[in-house]
């Protein structure tokens, strides 16, 4: 199975901010859309990624800082501080297990499908674990029709 497959079935609807947006107005975006992560584009060129798991570190890193002195307010923060610049990116036709490895090796749970240099949509690791139960849930029944309408000997 190939990303491209997965993309018919999750659609291709993109979440994106610029790289000067408020962190907060991003995480407000997150929330609002359940969704996990969102583009950073500056135009149409891809300049990084803000997952959860950025939003979470510069929180933590500003926390530290606070006990070791003054810094600004957390509702300052850009998204240029906390995104993921140059996340691994895929393209529609890589193969959904070279993507696991993708994400496992990388330590990447949102990856970002480029067509060229158009991006379309991000792949998450949900997507990819709901595509493959699906068509494991697939062939498990065509195995067991096959094995019920096993011929007579």
């Known amino acids: 199975m190939e990303v491209k497959e997965v993309l018919k079935v999750k659609g291709s609807k993109l979440f ?30 891809l300049v990084g990624i803000l997952t959860f798991r950025e939003v979470l ?12 002195g003054p810094t600004p307010p957390i509702a300052e923060i850009l998204v240029s501080e906390a995104m993921h610049t140059n996340p691994p990116t895929t393209d529609p036709s890589m193969d959904l297990d070279e993507l696991r490895r993708l994400m496992v090796s990388t330590h990447t749970r949102y990856v970002p499908v480029m067509d060229g240099d158009t991006m379309i949509s991000v792949i998450s690791f949900h997507d990819v674990a709901k595509a493959v139960l699906e068509e494991r849930n697939f062939e498990n029944k065509l195995l067991k029709a096959y094995i019920k309408d096993w011929p007579a000997e």
């Open 16 to 45: 994106t901010v610029h790289p000067d947006s408020l962190l907060s107005e991003a995480v407000i975006m997150m929330a609002e859309n359940d969704i996990g992560s969102v583009v950073v584009t500056d135009g149409v060129k």
């Open 57 to 68: 570190l510069v929180l933590a890193k500003r926390q530290t800082e606070r006990r070791v």
